[in-house]
């Protein structure tokens, strides 16, 4: 049998109503990934965790506001609010989340130059994270995503996943979108089209 890992992508403050990039609905998925921790063998958690200043804020961009975009090396960049600083309430986990039973947290988004949304690469889809390696080590073969936001980070989790060879799956009802400019018909398309298994709609 795959050993399967449980993935709990950002459900943090600041990406459930009231935070500073709120989701709409997004404190919906807390209790759903509870009710599911204990069926997986293996569950890691991740954590959206930039420095003051980073440079997917919109705030270090002269001239521009949020959810514009800009031409990072590494392609194009969407500006967010400042959001998920590391340290802030706004970084911390939901507090109806149930942390206790994580294997493993991974903290992502540290380097001030580069945004990272998947939990495996930064968005230069090259430095790793090291997730890769721990599943890999405890043997892990398949993944099933959750969490926050199903068209950003949960969406290049996933598309990262099924390009390590992963089986990855991603449970709709345990996940919401931000949907920028169609971002999520966009996303569920490509996961789609790289194999990724959409459950749970
Ligand atoms: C996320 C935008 C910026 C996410 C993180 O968790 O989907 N989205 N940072
Ligand atoms: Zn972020």
Redesign the pocket.
Known sequence: MDKTALLV??V?ND?CPGGA?A?ADGDAVVGVINAMLADFPVRVFTQ?W?PAGHG?FASSHPGKAAFETTEMPYGTQ?L?PD??VQGTKGAAFHPDLSTEPADLIIRK?ANPAI?S?SAFFENDRTTPTGLEGYLRTRGVERLVLT???T????A?SALDAARLGFAAEVRLDACRA?DLDGSLGAALDQMRAAGVTLAGA
């Open positions: 992508i950002d943090q990406f990039l989701v959206d930039h997917s969407v967010w959001h998920c988004g945004d949304y969490g926050l936001a068209d950003f980070c949960v290049y931000i």
